[in-house]
């Protein structure tokens, strides 16, 4: 832990010699501008019509309250914020009718990329549905227009299975589990010819774990395959 430390103040320190942000540096400097400079909000707030979010399940808290700073109700706008107001507050922002489409997957929710926290799509999406004046509503897209049936059906058998059925009550948000009438994909293309899903082209790697060795054999393995 000392270790770590250390190094942020380093790199602070690298960066603010530079005059530079890195990507999370970005991001905090973007909800304090917004946050805590009304004018600057209400500037940024006119450039947007609507506001779509995609791949939502990768979304980290900063970048939640950048949504919600985004999409303020626009009649008062912009409201005042104490400076430094918590994640809790700024979702207490009422949101812009017809103005805010989130669009994501939480079984992808499995990288924690940036910090990403999966439980936020449904706390967001919940946000939308409790909205007073104008609620929100969430729909699923099932249909698959890119995968063949065989696909489609092992992917949902496999999902299903690691991921285990709804529990009730509900658990946390965190815990995304498998709903067949919601997550269960349905294909649109019609089934090819019949051939295998998956092909496994090589199933003893023996006591070879180099990663370079390792990408090296699995290239040799797959172009042998499709010569």
């Not at 104008?134 to 227009?145: D, N």
Request: include cysteine; proline fraction near 7%.
């Amino acid at each position: 832990r000392g270790l770590l430390l250390e190094l942020g103040r380093r790199l602070d320190a690298r960066l603010h010699e530079l005059n530079a942000l890195d990507f999370t540096g970005i991001l905090l400097a973007a909800r304090e501008l917004l946050r805590d400079f009304p004018e600057a909000r209400a500037e940024v707030q006119a450039r947007f019509g609507v506001l779509l979010v995609d791949e939502f399940q990768d979304t980290n808290q900063v970048q939640l309250d950048l949504v919600h700073l985004l999409a303020e109700e626009r009649s008062q706008a912009p409201r005042p914020l104490a400076p430094g107001a918590t994640s809790g507050e700024i979702r207490g922002l009422p949101l812009e009718p017809g103005f805010l489409c989130l669009v994501g997957d939480r079984k992808q929710g499995i990288y924690e990329f940036r910090g990403a926290d999966v439980s936020l799509m449904e706390v967001a999406t919940r946000t939308l549905e409790q909205a007073p004046e104008a609620p929100g509503g969430r729909a699923w897209l099932k249909q698959s227009r890119r995968s063949t049936p065989g696909l489609v059906h092992f992917a949902n058998a496999a999902t299903a299975r690691v991921m285990g059925p709804p529990t009730v009550p509900p658990g946390p948000d965190f815990d995304v589990r498998f709903d067949p009438a919601h997550d269960g994909l349905e294909a649109v293309r019609a089934a090819g010819p019949v051939a295998r899903p998956i092909w496994v082209l090589e199933r003893d790697l023996g006591d070879d774990t180099d990663a370079t060795s390792l990408r090296a054999r699995d290239a040799e393995t797959v172009a042998r395959a499709v010569a």
